[in-house]
């Protein structure tokens, strides 16, 4: 089907470290999204990767579309307790309705 | 400007009552969606609305929900003899556009919390 897989689905890190999720998808995407759920808030847009081997930054936020776009993946370097939330990548489906994958849920020790 | 907007932002009710629970899209937003978010859970795509129509509604779950748009803003959600199963953040989110291929930044609303008692 169209759905996208992300780990992990949980991560624990201390303050100062990296974190590292992935959003992988059996079918070639045309692009994808990723969205920030603070906890008991809503999807934030964070960003939108095009084309293929896209790399962007966003501050400590390092975004990266794979060559087969098939997969992407997020990188915050030196976690912040801010950062905690769930992120989430996200696929259209033929341009129409969203699908979004799982989340992978951060939590930050300070 | 204003952002998307939804009420109410929390209802409780009984099992077996119908509830309706609204979405004010940013304005000029063609496109509309309906997801469902339970506890800890990722977005679960409910319905799609581009202007006044539908064309996606293969994530209704059961003949009990129900969406509709008018005037091409707001969109209301209806859930028919409420379960407890329903219970759960309902999120309304709006695009500029989504068509020919083409896809735009999703702005979410606050949710509504439904809580079927």
């Known amino acids: 089907g169209q759905q996208v897989m992300q780990i992990p689905q949980y991560q624990h890190v201390q303050e100062g470290e990296d974190f590292t999720t992935y959003c992988n998808s059996s079918t070639t995407l045309s692009n994808i999204q990723w969205y920030k759920q603070r906890p008991g808030g809503h999807p934030v847009f964070l960003i939108q990767l095009v084309k293929s081997g896209e790399v962007k930054k966003q501050k400590r936020l390092t975004f990266q579309f794979g060559e087969a776009k098939k997969n992407s993946s997020l990188h915050i370097t030196a976690t912040q307790t801010t950062d905690v939330g769930t992120y989430f990548c996200?696929?259209?489906?033929?341009?129409?309705?969203?699908?979004f994958g799982p989340g992978t849920r951060l939590s930050v020790l300070p | 400007g204003a952002g998307v907007s939804q009420s109410p932002s929390n209802k409780v009710t009984e099992k077996g009552k119908d509830v309706e629970l609204r979405c004010d899209p940013i304005s000029g937003h063609t496109a509309l969606y309906w997801y469902r978010q339970s506890l800890g859970q990722g977005l679960e795509f409910l319905i799609y609305f581009q202007g006044n129509s539908a064309p996606d509604k293969s994530g209704l779950p059961s003949d009990r929900f129900s969406a509709e748009r008018t005037g091409g803003s707001v969109s209301t959600l209806t859930i028919q003899r409420t379960q407890q199963e329903d219970s759960a953040v309902y999120l309304c989110a709006s695009s500029l556009a989504a068509s020919g291929g083409a896809w735009e930044t999703q702005y979410f609303g606050p949710g509504t919390r439904l809580l079927v008692l």
């Open positions: 996200a696929r259209d489906n033929y341009g129409q309705n969203f699908v």
